[in-house]
């Protein structure tokens, strides 16, 4: 049972990158996937998800990236990717991609991010 | 700038309890959003340790409880033991924000 993301290296600012989350032995296709990044020594931080099909692949995105990363996924390939466009130095983290094995859209929090990647990392710069 | 405000750290002696807390606000916690509580060791991905408030996962030793009350909520953890040491994240979603949040993030030190 596991998640593995892949497609993190060094970007130039500005630059474009594509993220890859790979899922094995757990449910994918019904669940949301989320991104959540970490800079070195930070905390974590939300950066957005992908609902399943059941509730119309609906996405959103924290305002720090929205416009410039796009979150999608292909179900036959039990696989999620983030586009990152616009790359900036302050986006320099591992990302981890994460699953919520359902959503409840009047309590979103009430179901937890069960499995983790173990990440992958982006770094921006010159 | 997070929304949900833990402290940068605490510390215990095995054996002791250790309490973290997370305190949101009314467009959080205090509308009502649950809250899930995260472990994370250096160098790996956070692990589920506390959901829906005070629920824990299969697998998760009974010395970690959850518990929430308005706008804040706090993570006990009983017994501490050397393994504990590690980072501590709450997490939750925010409604003016109309997205997830993670707290601020503890570092439990055992001493």
């Known amino acids: 049972v596991q998640l593995v993301e892949s497609g993190g290296g060094l970007v130039q600012p500005g630059g474009s990158l594509k993220l890859s989350c790979a899922a094995s032995g757990l449910t994918f296709s019904g669940s949301a996937v989320h991104w959540v990044r970490q800079a070195s020594g930070r905390g974590l931080e939300w950066v957005g998800r992908m609902s399943s099909k059941d509730n119309t692949y609906a996405t959103t995105y924290a305002a720090s990236v929205k416009g410039r990363f796009t979150i999608s996924r292909d179900d036959s390939k039990n696989t999620a990717y983030l586009q990152m466009n616009s790359l900036k130095t302050e986006d320099t983290a591992v990302y981890y991609c994460t699953r919520q094995i359902q959503e409840i859209v009047a309590a979103p929090a009430a179901i937890p991010f069960d499995y983790w990647g173990r990440g992958t990392l982006v770094t921006v710069s010159s | 700038q997070s929304v949900l405000t833990q402290p940068p750290s605490v510390s215990g002696a095995p054996g002791q309890t250790v309490t973290i807390s997370c305190t949101g606000s009314s467009s959080n916690l205090g509308a009502g959003y649950d809250l899930s509580w995260y472990q994370q060791f250096p160098g790996t991905a956070p692990k589920l340790l506390i959901y829906?408030?005070?629920n824990r996962p299969s697998g998760v030793p009974d010395r970690f409880s959850g518990s929430k009350s308005g706008t804040s909520a706090s993570l006990a953890i009983t017994g501490l033991q050397a393994e504990d040491e590690a980072d501590y994240y709450c997490q939750s979603y925010d409604s003016s924000l109309r997205g997830y949040v993670f707290g601020t993030g503890t570092k439990v030190t055992v001493l």
């Open positions: 829906a408030n005070t």
